[in-house]
């Protein structure tokens, strides 16, 4: 057999440089001995151990800091389920009701058809809600061989605390895939649980959606970094692929926030894609497995129509249809290419915004507008009077980031490396970006190898826009820092452990050698997890020897008395977060929630919550009893409110949405007028005529106060 090789010398100076590019483009890496594959594999086993026991690691902290803070394993069944508050016991109520239905076909049936969760309305829970996960539990707990052995608390509990592993593992492998190294995944494993505060609230928010959700995301995270590694063989691809969209349709159908986030994301992959960072190839494939998984989301929960409706799948389908049309886009100057690029800009958020409108118009969907007019009121686009937006502004965790994160962020030493690794590649990406539109040959992949992208690999890249631009939501929403926390901690031991962070520095100033690259790379995570271990080792031991108590009489008081002393059937109304642990505590029915995702829903917590502002007792008894309110809780801590300043107490929003001057002394807006009527939640304990004439108190305590509605008066509707 023959072969054909240039001569050595025959060429010129022009063709020998024509030649060199592909040449070592093309060039295969050299043979490893065998001794260096075998060192090779054992190092990555290792590497593999350390991450699986790093996340059971994470698994057990949390688990002992949740039984240590509660002593849940001594508490009654009613306290652990008032242990999970708010909307954490209306999720974990599915579960419950799974668990005592006669047959797994009458628990679905049940769920689908549920007339106790909105007085007077059957609903289709697994359309409105993401508790898909309760389902799959409740069919497990009831097909294992383990109802003997683990209580059912237990075996859901755990689950939680188990995607935690699964989360700090998708996280080190993550920055392992970027560095090159499993120092750089222990580094991110440590400082996840150096900063619990900031990377998760798994401990004390259980059924949390958020908690079952973002773990899925970190492994989608970590599969689509993979994916981005050049030259994957085909079966490669295909597996990356599938784990990423299982890991998507996982996280969407367990979070109903799921279309805010792949937005996000969807837009970072738009902007490596404009400027060649990622193959368009790549980045359409990803689309796709986005849009497959909402969409399948969409079937799954029952044709919900949020999905159709969000601006995530507007967004990508405009994303393709315009990469469709406009073909020339990397042809031309640097100048003509941006010209190009800010003309698909425009295209595409104008079809975004398009179909957005033209959707939403079809489908008559309204349960979102409240998150827009949130975003609006909170970027200073108009005030607003609007109750459900104003509800958001004054919650903490929908403000800004406090400055105390960063001062814990800084305490652990996983900041500074932080914004080192942000800072050196945004950089890098900034030149890379400009080279590569700045190149009118139309070939940003020169040969189909995705390596070729001038000083930046796709999968860092992608990973400097996720990072950047969930750091930028979560600076934003406080509540949003849990999608930031992790990655930020994977990125920053990448920051330290990677040569293409060192490699550039070094050579700035004049000190590169490969010998002295590669001492830096392995010393210093070694270095600096030694000084962690000696730092805070002794604050974790103390912190898990804390022994606390679960202690809430007045409620537990309270949930013993509407199970014992109330109908099975009798409808309560109260606040959203109080009627959550009513549903889970005693199964009564309730007339609002906290799973605020529905328009109607929150027109009718605003009327319920009438009960805090200053109306009449007959305007009162009328709007409970549209509701088929049998029972009213009156909670003191909400009445007379001090957690907020003056403006963000519930009563003064109920006070503004209603046109009423707020009390106390301070400015209110010149429109606002005096209310005829006193405060209902502090009047109506004066058991005055006035209200003793339709409600009348059956229960109270040091914190709440339960009123009974007199049905004799409904006749006065219609005088």
């Known amino acids: 057999m023959t072969a054909l090789r240039q001569r050595k010398g025959s060429k010129g100076k022009e063709g020998s440089q024509e030649l060199q590019k592909p040449e070592t483009t093309l060039e295969t890496k050299p043979r490893i001995p065998a001794g260096g594959v075998l060192w090779s594999v054992l190092w990555s086993v290792v590497g593999g151990l350390v991450a699986v026991s790093l996340g059971l690691l994470t698994c057990i902290y949390v688990a002992t800091l949740h039984e240590n803070d509660l002593w849940f394993s001594n508490i009654k069944e009613v306290e652990q389920e008032i242990s999970f508050r708010t909307e954490c016991g209306l999720y974990y109520s599915y579960y419950k009701q799974m668990l005592q239905a006669s047959s797994v076909q009458e628990g679905l049936f049940e769920l689908i058809n549920d007339n106790t969760t909105e007085s007077k309305r059957t609903i289709n829970l697994l359309q409105r809600m993401n508790i898909y996960q309760e389902v799959f539990l409740g069919v497990l707990y009831r097909i294992l061989p383990i109802q003997t052995s683990l209580e059912p608390v237990y075996f859901y509990i755990y689950t939680v605390f188990g995607l935690q592993t699964v989360y700090v593992i998708a996280l080190y492998v993550t920055s392992w895939l970027l560095s090159g190294t499993w120092l750089s995944g222990a580094l991110t494993a440590v400082w996840f649980i150096l900063n619990r505060i900031d990377t998760t609230r798994v401990e004390f928010t259980i059924p949390l959606r958020e908690n079952w959700s973002i773990p899925f995301l970190a492994l989608q995270v970590a599969a689509i970094t993979y994916y981005l590694r050049p030259q994957l063989k085909p079966l490669q691809q295909k597996l990356a692929l599938s784990l990423i969209f299982l890991s998507t349709l996982t996280f969407s159908l367990t979070w109903q926030f799921n279309q805010f986030i792949l937005l996000m994301q969807a837009l970072a992959l738009f902007a490596l894609d404009c400027l060649d960072l990622v193959s368009t190839g790549k980045v359409t494939c990803l689309y796709l497995v986005q849009v497959s998984s909402l969409l399948l989301v969409w079937l799954l929960q029952f044709f919900n129509p949020m999905i159709l409706g969000s601006l995530a799948l507007s967004f990508i389908v405009a994303a393709l249809t315009v990469n469709f049309f406009q073909k020339n886009l990397r042809s031309g100057c640097f100048l003509t290419r941006i010209g190009k690029l800010i003309l698909h800009l425009i295209f595409v958020i104008s079809l975004t915004i398009i179909m957005n409108y033209l959707t939403k118009k079809a489908l008559q969907l309204k349960s979102d507008e409240h ?11 108009g005030s607003t009077r609007d109750f459900d937006a104003n509800l958001y502004l004054c919650e903490e965790a929908f403000g800004l980031l406090p400055f105390d994160t960063f001062e814990r962020l800084s305490d652990s030493l996983v900041l500074y490396p932080y914004i080192w690794a942000v800072s050196i590649m945004t950089i890098v990406a900034t030149v890379a970006a400009v080279r590569n539109l700045s190149d009118s040959t139309n070939t940003p992949f020169p040969n189909g190898k995705e390596e070729e992208t001038l000083f930046l690999r796709p999968a860092v890249a992608y990973n400097l826009s996720h990072t950047v631009v969930f750091g930028l939501l979560a600076y934003s929403t406080m509540r949003m820092k849990y999608l930031w926390a992790g990655h930020m901690c994977a990125f920053a031991a990448y920051g330290i452990c990677s040569d293409e962070v060192w490699r550039p520095f070094l050579k700035v100033i004049r000190l590169h050698t490969t010998a002295r690259e590669r001492l ?104 409970l009893r549209s509701f088929g309110t049998d029972y009213v809780i009156l909670e003191d801590s909400i009445c007379y409110e001090r957690r907020h300043n003056r403006g963000c107490r519930l009563r003064d929003l109920l006070d503004v949405s209603n046109g009423h001057i707020m009390d106390g002394p301070g400015e209110n807006e010149v429109d606002l007028t005096p209310s005829p009527h006193p405060r209902f939640c502090d009047e109506i304990r004066t058991d005055q005529p006035p209200y003793t004439t339709y409600f009348t108190r059956v229960f109270t305590n040091k914190t709440f106060h339960v009123y009974k509605l007199k049905k004799g008066k409904k006749k006065t509707k219609s005088n």
């Open 520 to 623: 830096i790379r392995y010393t210093v995570p070694v270095l600096l997890l030694g000084f962690l271990y000696y730092k805070f080792s002794p604050k974790l031991l103390e912190e898990m020897s804390e022994l606390r108590e679960f202690y809430d009489p007045d409620t537990v008081d309270l949930m013993n008395w509407i199970s014992t002393k109330t109908s099975k059937k009798a409808v309560f109304a109260g606040s959203m977060q109080l009627l959550a642990g009513v549903k889970l505590c005693t199964g009564r029915v309730l007339t609002n929630h906290p799973h605020y995702e529905d328009k109607s829903l929150r027109e009718r917590t605003r009327q319920v919550y009438q009960i805090y502002a200053r109306q009449s007792p007959e305007d009162v008894h009328k709007i």
């Open 371 to 381: 998150i827009y007019k949130f975003i609006k009121a909170k970027f200073g686009l």
